[in-house]
Each structure stands twice: as structure tokens, then as C-alpha cells.
């Protein structure tokens, strides 16, 4: 009998495909460091196209995507960046926006379907008046689909409001768009509709997409020259990358599309799983109209 494991441990421990591997194994490639290498210019270049953004950039990781994004809008030490208290930037990556780059977090509360109240956020704002004893507010940061949350996805509407409110007091907003393209195919709308109103984004293409490796962030031209910089000063110079965005470009063009087959086989092992937790806690209550109150074995009594 033939025994197929399915490992639902996370998005994250995918595989290349035979035809990934065959697009990596024949990569065109060039030195990245300076700048040559045609596969990473040619899945940049579909990125800021897809996002709707001037320019994008490979980098090894979301957490380094998502790092170096905040370094370059908080780029005067002692900023401050506002963000929840549940998002991964927060919690999972290290601290590394205080401990490298001098960032001091502000959180807001996340609700449960990821997003922060927006006058909860304006009042998080410093006031400029303050900045003698006050870190100065530089950027927002909100998280798409928010990942502690159960992978909700936060409306295009939501995404807009709290833009505004970033221009409103000369903010920058950056996206943590780790499954950004979940996010899409869920909500039915574009990527570039959904960041719109972003000044960076990071995007993951190592997660549901099956690339072994990588992340792109996106934002203007400005934005992404000082971050080719950021990246390097990182330890993120890279040679012969092509190899990998070669796989991540592939992703993008194949694997965008089974993303809804992915949701739908989410949603029929959740039905499955929350019908059999159902059935359990009903055997559960008849055991226990039938057992309450008795003696099990003569020494042992039961209560529920």
C-alpha cells in the first residue's frame, strides 16, 4: 500500500517542482552585486510591475525585506515606527529594527482580524512639538494577511484609510505582504489595488508560492537605491542569484493561480476538523450525563 504524507506544518517547508528545478538549473546569470544578473533584474522587474510600484529587489528573507524597508523610512536613529502588537515584524524577527537599526516600536493593539483601530493609531502618533524627549514617528507598519490572526486579510479599504492617515501627518506606510498574493486571491483584488497605498512591501515567494528561497520588497526608485545599499550592509550582496529568482520568478507565474485550490483545501480540513471537534464534545456531554455522579471502580468519582 502506498502511503502519501501530507505535512502541514507550515506554508514554509514547500519544494521546487521538476519544472522550478529546471528553471533554476538553466538560469542565465551574471554577478548581482554589480548589478547584472538578468534573471534577478527580470523577476524585479515583474514584481514592481505586478505590485504597481517603479522598482523592486530580491533579498534573502522577508525578515530582511521587512528590516531593511523600515531602516530606510526611519533612516535618523531614535525614530519611532508604529505597528501591532501582534505582527510578526514585532515579534518574530529578532528585534531587529531596535537592536540594528536604532527603531523604536510603538504598538498598537491588533483586533482579531488584524488590523488596529484607527484612532487608536493617530493617537499613537508623536507630537513634533515633543521631539526634545520624544522618539520621532516616521512610519506605520501593517501586516497582509496577518499571520497571528488566522491569515486574515485586511480590506483594501482599511489599507487606504490608514494611508490617508499616514499622509495626513507625513508618514511612510510600509506592508508586511509576506502572503500578500493569499491576501489577493482571497479578497478577490490585484495585488498593486491592495498595496496602492504603500510607500514599501515585502513579499514572500518562499511561503504557499513553493520558491526554496526569497523575498522581493517594492517601492519607488529612491526607495529601492538606498535599499540595494541597506542590503548589502546587511550581508545581503549577492552573486550569481539568478539562480533563485529564476525559481521565484517561475512561483509567480505558475503557482499564483493554485493558491485558491490551496484556500479551498484549507477550508474543507477546517470544516472537517471543527465538525469532528463537534462530534467529540457531544460524546464528551453523553458520557458525562451518563457518568456524573457515579463511582468508577469503587474508588475513582467521575465530574464534568
Not at 502618533?125 to 516616521?138: A, C, E, S, W
Not at 529564476?246 to 474543507?268: G, M, R
Request: proline residues 3%.
Amino acid at each position: 500500500m502506498v502511503t502519501r504524507t501530507v505535512d502541514l506544518r507550515s506554508d514554509t517547508v514547500t519544494k521546487p517542482c521538476e519544472a522550478m528545478r529546471a528553471a533554476m538549473a538553466n538560469a542565465e546569470v551574471d554577478d548581482n552585486v554589480l548589478g547584472n544578473d538578468p534573471s534577478a533584474l527580470r523577476l524585479e522587474t515583474e514584481m514592481a510591475r505586478i505590485t504597481g510600484k517603479e522598482a523592486a529587489l530580491f533579498v534573502p528573507s522577508g525578515t530582511m525585506g521587512n528590516l531593511i524597508s523600515v531602516l530606510v523610512h526611519c533612516d535618523v536613529r531614535g525614530s519611532e515606527v508604529i505597528l501591532g502588537d501582534n505582527s510578526h515584524i514585532h515579534i518574530y524577527e529578532n528585534g531587529g529594527i531596535a537592536t540594528i537599526g536604532g527603531v523604536h516600536p510603538r504598538t498598537v493593539k491588533n483586533n482579531e482580524d488584524g488590523t488596529m483601530d484607527i484612532d487608536v493609531i493617530e493617537a499613537k502618533i508623536r507630537d513634533p512639538r515633543g521631539q526634545l524627549v520624544y522618539p520621532t514617528t516616521r512610519l506605520i507598519c501593517l501586516e497582509n494577511s496577518h499571520a497571528n490572526t488566522g491569515g486574515r486579510c485586511l480590506s483594501v479599504e482599511y489599507t487606504d484609510q490608514v494611508g490617508e492617515l499616514a499622509k495626513k501627518h507625513g508618514l511612510k506606510l510600509h506592508i508586511d505582504g509576506a502572503r500578500i498574493f493569499n491576501a489577493s486571491v482571497a479578497l478577490g483584488v490585484p495585488v498593486h489595488r491592495l498595496v496602492q497605498a504603500a510607500d514599501s512591501v515585502s513579499i514572500c515567494l518562499s511561503k504557499g508560492l513553493g520558491a526554496p528561497v526569497g523575498s522581493v520588497i517594492v517601492g519607488s526608485e529612491s526607495f529601492i537605491s538606498k535599499a540595494k545599499i541597506l542590503r548589502k550592509a546587511l550581508g545581503g550582496g549577492m552573486r550569481q542569484v539568478g539562480i533563485l529568482c529564476s525559481a521565484a520568478l517561475f512561483a509567480v507565474q505558475n503557482n499564483v493561480a493554485k493558491l485558491e485550490n490551496d484556500h479551498k483545501n484549507a477550508k474543507t480540513l477546517a470544516g472537517a476538523y471543527f465538525k469532528l471537534q463537534s462530534h467529540s464534545r457531544k460524546a464528551v456531554q453523553e458520557l458525562a450525563a451518563t457518568w456524573r455522579g457515579r463511582d468508577v471502580r469503587g474508588s475513582v468519582q467521575v465530574w464534568f
